[in-house]
T-cell receptor, first 116, second 112 residues
């Protein structure tokens, strides 16, 4: 398919374990975003890449969270020493970011992370 | 401090009638507004957007109205269909290249 894909779809981790979440954006999309969605809430911005450059990481909740997009395509969100409060759905989105798209973003299905 | 608010967590509407979903925002720097629709176990999908230079944008059964002075926007769905049952997120950004801030969502149920 031509959409944004994320893997794994579900991840259960023990508290203290490190996890890595993968995002494959739509081919040719310049911008890539990571969001965290807690139950019953809207997606909350974590970080933003334009090609391989991480232009905004103001939403990352702590230094345990790290994201990369080394070749400007696939991105990985890594969470070190997971805590129970990290349990959420992690959404990836990509965008062409060419006017007049008005920041239209295409979302993947998300990775549901449960930390026990 | 929630910058984008959707004060109705849920809404039920009869099939064929109008659905009106409301959204308020606090940041006067927001210039672009978007609505996303989300089905269970899927990511949000873009529905419709509006720039602050307009007060209305229409796309088929979906119309978004923007009242900048009141910092309020609404999404109208006419006529509502059972397939419209989903969670609707209002979102805003300062520029077309800035991060998007989402509201908490409104769950719409369209009853056949």
């Amino acid at each position: 398919g031509a959409g944004v894909s994320q893997s794994p779809r579900y991840k259960v981790a023990k508290r203290g374990q490190d996890v890595a979440l993968r995002c494959d954006p739509i081919s040719g999309h310049v911008s890539l975003f990571w969001y965290q969605q807690a139950l019953g809430q809207g997606p909350e911005f974590l970080t933003y890449f334009q090609n391989e450059a991480q232009l905004d990481k103001s939403g990352l909740p702590s230094d345990r969270f790290f994201a990369e997009r080394p070749e400007g395509s696939v991105s990985t969100l890594k969470i070190q020493r997971t805590q129970q409060e990290d349990s959420a759905v992690y959404l990836c989105a990509s965008s062409l970011q060419l006017a007049p798209s008005y920041n239209e973003q295409f979302f993947g299905p998300g990775t549901r992370l449960t930390v026990l | 401090d929630q910058q984008v608010k959707q004060n109705s967590p849920s809404l039920s509407v009869q099939e064929g009638r109008i659905s009106i979903l409301n959204c308020d925002y606090t940041n006067s720097m927001f210039d672009y507004f978007l609505w996303y629709k989300k089905y269970p176990a899927e990511g949000p999908t873009f529905l419709i957007s509006i720039s602050s230079i307009k007060d209305k944008n229409e796309d088929g059964r979906f119309t978004v109205f923007l009242n900048k002075s009141a910092k309020h926007l609404s999404l109208h769905i006419v006529p509502s269909q059972p397939g419209d049952s989903a969670v609707y997120f209002c979102a805003a950004s300062k520029t077309s290249y800035d991060k998007v801030i989402f509201g908490p969502g409104t769950s719409l149920s369209v009853i056949p």
